[in-house]
């Protein structure tokens, strides 16, 4: 499986951007499906992930209420809807899998996850 990330763009703040990750092939039920982001010089921050089994969401505290991730099964497809943008949120965001969740819960733990997507360049201006 292969993830490839788009959507990405400049917005201004209090603007809006949707990122797509369309994997390349089946996402099996079992499969957790995220986004982490990545300022240069900073450690990666978890972003959001989704269940695809149930569509379970999970966020990270400093984007609840303001992105949204989801899921479409006919396309294959997890998007993240990010409104009320801040310059904060700049920072390439990649898409993840996590392959065998066993039913765990979602995680903000990078290890975990086990396929990791080029990235998407996401620029706020304020």
């Known amino acids: 499986v292969q993830l490839q990330a788009s959507g990405g763009g400049l917005a201004q703040a209090g603007g809006s951007l949707r990122l797509s990750c369309a994997p390349s092939g089946q996402i099996l039920s079992n499969y957790h499906i995220g986004w982490f982001r990545q300022v240069p010089g900073k450690a990666r921050e978890f972003v959001a992930a989704i269940t695809w089994r149930e569509g379970s969401t999970y966020y990270t505290d400093s984007v609840k209420g303001r992105f949204t991730i989801s899921r479409d099964a006919a396309k294959n497809t997890v998007y993240l809807q990010m409104n009320s943008l801040k310059p904060e949120d700049t920072a390439v965001y990649s898409c993840?899998?996590?392959?065998?969740?066993?039913?765990?819960?979602?995680?903000?733990?990078?290890?975990?996850?086990?396929?990791w997507g080029q990235g998407t360049q996401v620029t706020v201006s304020s």
């Open positions: 993840v899998v996590r392959q065998n969740s066993r039913n765990a819960p979602l995680s903000a733990t990078g290890a975990l996850y086990d396929l």
